[in-house]
């Protein structure tokens, strides 16, 4: 069964430390997104990538980076956490065009107090 | 990128009946898609129609589009209550990024 994984399902931060949220895929995707997801406002879309060492910005990638040094993995970054980053983190893949159809993972829920 | 604006942004029904759920765009797309999410999950794909097809089925699914008015609307038939979640319609278009609106909360009732 084809999957894109992420590697932690809740995660518990404090403010101001560093986090990774890691994501991999298993489907040879060209294609890998990071959203947000939030009450009220739907997902927001961070960055995607549409290779390996590329990167493209989102509707809202302040606060954030992103790391693609292999196809199948896409990091997301938050450099310093704040309380505002606070959210449901959903990481996706596919083809180019996305002709398939989009393959979500199952979110990472992360809390920073 | 371009979002997509479902509507009703709440809907509940009986088990057994039928669910429409609408979607609205801005600008020209070359597909549109439809995805399921439950509860505190990731989103799962249920459909995609291109720019060029006008209606499409998968199983009790139908999906229709109306380029000239921008709009898709998603039917769900003989709705079980397994059928409770949130669903998110995604145009794309030259970039080919989707993007997603709110979503309309299913709740099937049994």
């Known amino acids: 069964d084809v999957k894109v994984t992420q590697s932690s399902r809740y995660l518990v931060k404090r403010t101001g430390e560093k986090v990774f949220l890691e994501c991999v895929q298993d489907?040879?995707?060209?294609?890998m997104f990071w959203y947000r997801q939030d009450p009220g406002l739907g997902l927001r879309l961070i960055y995607f990538?549409?290779?390996?060492?590329?990167?493209e910005k989102g509707d809202i990638p302040e606060g954030y980076s992103v790391s693609r040094e292999k196809k199948e993995r896409f990091s997301l970054i938050l450099e310093s956490a704040s309380t505002n980053q606070t959210s449901m983190y959903l990481c996706?893949?596919?083809?180019?065009?996305?002709?398939?159809?989009?393959?979500f993972g199952s979110g990472t829920r992360l809390t920073v107090v | 990128s371009q979002q997509g604006e479902e509507d009703p942004q709440a809907l509940s029904i009986q088990e057994g009946e039928n669910a429409t759920m609408n979607c609205s765009y801005k600008?020209?797309?070359?597909?549109l898609q439809w995805y399921r999410q439950n509860s505190g999950r990731g989103l799962v794909h249920l459909i995609l129609?291109?720019?060029?097809?006008r209606e499409k089925h998968s199983g009790r699914l139908r999906v229709t589009l109306d380029t000239s008015k921008k709009s898709s609307s998603l039917l769900i038939t003989a709705s079980r209550a397994a059928d409770t979640a949130s669903y998110f319609c995604?145009?794309?278009?030259?970039?080919?990024?989707?993007?997603f609106g709110r979503g309309t909360s299913l709740i099937v009732h049994p």
């Open positions: 990538s549409y290779d390996v060492k590329m990167k």
């Open positions: 995604a145009p794309s278009g030259g970039s080919y990024i989707p993007t």
């Open positions: 489907m040879d995707h060209e294609n």
């Open positions: 600008t020209s797309i070359n597909n």
């Open positions: 129609i291109r720019s060029n097809e």
């Open positions: 996706a893949s596919s083809f180019p065009g996305g002709i398939y159809g989009y393959t």
